[in-house]
Nanobody, 132 residues
């Protein structure tokens, strides 16, 4: 079973930056690589449903973002560390939420899945608070 651990959340003022990390591991599988999986970042604000923020394919590393974060957030992979990052710049109060990463083992090329029901394994979440 793959395990995902998010980190990097915290409290920042509007306009600030955070980099979220999603570190993956699989017990007993030394050949495991996160490159084999599509990755999604989701967030859930208090009292609201969980929504997709960004994702990246596993076949060709194509990324996608929701409109409200385009130009501010960047998803990327570090193959050697089996980690995916979400760099968040120019943060706004409406970005406040618990952020989750998730993985899907199906092969995705050209477009990554923004549908949360596709994803198979989820992390525990990390809190991001943007407030003055």
């Amino acid at each position: 079973q793959v395990q995902l651990v998010e980190s990097g959340g915290g409290s920042v003022q509007p306009g600030g930056s955070l980099r979220l990390s999603c570190a993956a591991s699989k017990i007993g599988d030394s050949g495991f690589t996160l490159d084999d999986y599509a990755i999604g970042w989701f967030r859930q604000a208090p009292g609201k449903p969980q929504v997709a923020v960004s994702c990246i394919t596993n076949y060709d590393n194509k990324a996608d973002y929701i409109d409200s974060v385009k130009g501010r957030f960047t998803i990327s992979r570090d193959k050697s560390a089996n980690t995916v990052y979400l760099q968040m710049n120019n943060l706004k109060p409406e970005d406040t939420a618990v952020y989750y990463c998730a993985i899907d083992s199906a092969s995705w090329a050209g477009q990554c899945p923004m549908d949360r029901t596709v994803y198979e394994v989820w992390g525990q979440g990390t809190q991001v608070t943007v407030s003055s």
